[in-house]
């Protein structure tokens, strides 16, 4: 399970949001304890794939910045990015170019309803869903 | 000598690392931490002679693809510093 504070949860949404119709990425801070996770606060980093419509990918000097911000902090819980308009699940990419196991890599979705946050941790061979809740405090 | 640091995603003991290793290039630090701790990390990070493409490597935080790859140079005090890219669609 991954857990949420609202403010977070809200952040990699409204990231979403203003990042449409080109996908957006970033690093997810908090606390890892084995399956449970819980994410704290987030740090945004800029999508330079040559195809940001379809694909991310994270702009590397952003990204080691992002993990270095996240670690003074905590631990690395894992990755979010968007799909613009679905699906909800990781694609065929996602599963292709995934390589921090352990890590859970979270999408929203956009779509044509409302916002839809999942999360898969990567095993180091596949996907494996887990529980999304927010915090009520 | 240098030193590497991974995060626990590339560490075969399943934690970050930070150790210092021989050599005068990349490429021999990585051999040297090899012979040390397995060859995890290589099979990770190299292909071919050079950086796999969804690996970033970088010395005191610049892109070693910026510099001479894999035959950059290092000495005392230098950092190299494995990270995953992380991308996807």
Same mark, same amino acid.
């Given at each position: &399970? =991954?857990?949420?504070?609202? +403010? ?6 409204e %990231? ?6 080109y996908?957006i990425?970033?690093? /997810? ?5 084995g @399956?449970?996770? !819980?994410?704290?606060?987030v740090?945004r980093?800029e999508? =330079?794939?040559e195809?940001? !419509?379809?694909?991310?990918l &994270?702009?590397?000097e952003?990204q /080691? ?5 996240v670690e003074?902090?905590g ?5 979010? %990015?968007? %799909?613009?308009?679905?699906?909800r699940?990781?694609?065929?990419t +996602?599963a ?7 890590h #859970?890599?979270?999408?929203v #979705? /956009? ?5 839809? =946050?999942?999360s ?6 596949a996907?494996? @869903? ?8 | 000598?240098?030193t590497?640091?991974?995060?626990a995603?590339?560490?075969? $003991?399943?934690?970050?690392? *930070? ?5 005068? $290039? ?7 931490? $090899?012979?040390?701790?397995g060859s995890e990390?290589?099979d990770?990070v190299?292909? *071919? ?5 969804y690996?970033?490597?970088?010395v005191?935080?610049?892109d ?5 790859g894999?035959? $950059? ?11 995953p ?5």
């Open positions: &399970m =991954v857990s949420f504070t609202p +403010d977070a949860y809200e952040e990699i949404i %990231h979403a949001r203003e990042g449409k119709p996908e990425c970033g690093v /997810l801070g908090g606390r890892r304890d @399956d449970e996770a !819980r994410v704290e606060f740090r980093v999508n =330079v794939s195809t940001p !419509r379809v694909n991310y &994270m702009e590397p952003d /080691l910045a992002a993990i270095d911000d003074e902090r631990d690395v819980v894992g990755f979010y %990015h968007s %799909h613009p308009e679905g699906p699940q990781p694609s065929e +996602d292709d170019r995934a390589n921090w196991p352990r #859970s890599y979270v999408i #979705s /956009l779509g044509r309803d409302e916002p839809f =946050v999942g898969w941790r990567w095993t180091g061979e996907f494996d @869903d887990e529980e999304v809740v927010v915090d009520s405090d | 000598m240098p590497v640091r991974i995060p995603v590339l560490s075969e $003991t399943g934690g970050s690392r *930070n150790v210092e290793v021989d050599g005068d $290039t990349v490429l021999a630090a990585v051999h040297a931490y $090899t012979e040390e701790y990390l290589e990770n190299l292909g *071919n002679g050079e950086v796999k493409e690996i970033n490597v970088y005191n935080g610049k070693v693809r910026d510099i001479d894999v035959d $950059t140079q290092v000495g005392d005090g230098d950092e190299i510093r494995i990270i890219a992380a991308s996807g669609g």
